[in-house]
């Protein structure tokens, strides 16, 4: 299960200590430290897996470590001086060698970038000793931006209290979220988080408490067998990780084994919990999506009926005006008829009153043609139709 851990500290001379044995030592080189005379040999160091420096373009210079971190040491006067900045990350155990690289990799270039500073990577194995998924990397900075000929300004974002905070909170965030996608691109379910217990919402829970070297050496030699050699113990992110093989002797490491116990209780019921959420969450989207399934069928049917009900209608409305222009046609038929009747009547009636007219006017010529009219019928023969 993939934990997660980021811690940063720096490397004082107020505290004995100097750039090049801590460089030495992450990554089991021999560095000379030109401002004392001292030789840093950690070469027989072993659970190194890797180590690299990642450096701006403009400083090719500073890709040998013994001159990057004795120029580093050289830039600094004072006797307090902070000469090395380090980042420790724990590592997902679920990735490979090649991923572990190419994630912290990705961790010291965004760094490098944000603050131009020179970032020297050391990627260890798990201690023999210790809890076999604690894979785990150092990423040793300098304090100062790095130039082109040498060591530039100081990083005061990281110096000053007043925008250290914001700024190592947004290399928290940064980190979470590089892990979570290197989780997702192997297809990983687990996931980490950069916000304390109590900004997550995880009621019950509560942080072990910081072991120290002097409690951790405790426990490691309790756990260890007897008879058994002393290997060289391997740095790690968070002693409190450390799984034992036999009981805890301290108090401490009894406080943290009764809060971590508690802790994975609180963290399965927590899981179950999400789990019902999200199954939850995809049964309601299941369902919202099956009403809009059904909304968009009954809208489909509605549409259907609402044309039939058009289609229907204009078929009525089509066989009214048919109708209309029938009715139409006919009185104008019937009107037409009427008028010719009329037309017909009122030329008859005209012909018949000048008939009698003439009649009236000439009788004898009207005795005439009416016997020629007679003499015609007679001439043709009896009527047909009579």
């Given amino acids: 299960m993939a934990i997660y851990h980021l811690s940063v500290k720096t490397v004082s001379r107020a505290t004995g200590r100097s750039a090049v044995a801590a460089a030495a030592y992450r990554t089991a080189t021999v560095l000379e430290n030109e401002r004392d005379g001292l030789v840093h040999d950690y070469s027989r160091r072993s659970g190194v897996e890797t180590a690299f420096i990642v450096a701006p373009e403009i400083a090719a ?76 990397a150092h990423v040793l900075t300098t304090t100062r931006a790095v130039t082109a000929d040498g060591m530039g300004a100081k990083t005061r974002d990281l110096d000053v209290k007043q925008t250290s905070g914001p700024a190592v909170e947004a290399l928290r965030e940064l980190w979470a979220v590089q892990v979570n996608h290197a989780l997702e691109r192997i297809q990983e379910a687990a996931r980490v988080d950069h916000r304390s217990l109590e900004r997550q919402e995880r009621p019950g829970q509560v942080p072990t408490q910081h072991m120290g070297p002097g409690a951790t050496a405790l426990e490691r030699r309790a756990a260890r067998p007897e008879g058994a050699v002393a290997e060289h113990r391997q740095p790690q992110p968070e002693a409190a990780r450390v799984e034992q093989a036999s009981d805890p002797v301290t108090r401490i490491g009894q406080h943290n084994a009764a809060v971590r116990e508690r802790n994975l209780v609180l963290e399965m019921a927590h899981r179950a919990m999400e789990a019902a959420r999200e199954a939850a969450r995809q049964l309601e989207q299941r369902a919202a999506a099956g009403i809009r399934k059904v909304h968009g069928l009954l809208r489909g049917v509605g549409a259907m009926v609402r044309a039939d009900r058009e289609r229907v209608a204009e078929q009525q409305r089509q066989a009214a005006e048919l109708k209309q222009r029938q009715e139409q046609e006919r009185q104008r038929v019937e009107a037409e008829k009427q008028a010719e009747v009329q037309r017909r009547t009122v030329t008859q009636a005209e012909r018949d009153a000048a008939w009698l007219k003439s009649s009236v006017k000439n009788p004898t010529e009207t005795q005439e043609a009416a016997q020629r009219d007679v003499s015609r019928q007679r001439s043709r023969g009896p009527s047909m139709g009579f």
């Fill in 61 to 136: 210079w500073a890709d040998d470590r013994s001159v990057l971190w004795n120029a580093a040491e050289a830039a600094e006067k004072r006797k307090d001086a902070k000469v090395a900045r380090e980042y420790e990350l724990a590592l997902p155990c679920e990735l490979d060698r090649g991923g572990r690289e190419a994630l912290v990799r990705a961790f010291a270039g965004e760094v490098v970038a944000r603050f131009g500073v020179v970032a020297d990577v050391a990627i260890h194995l798990p201690g023999r000793e210790g809890d076999q998924r604690n894979h785990h």
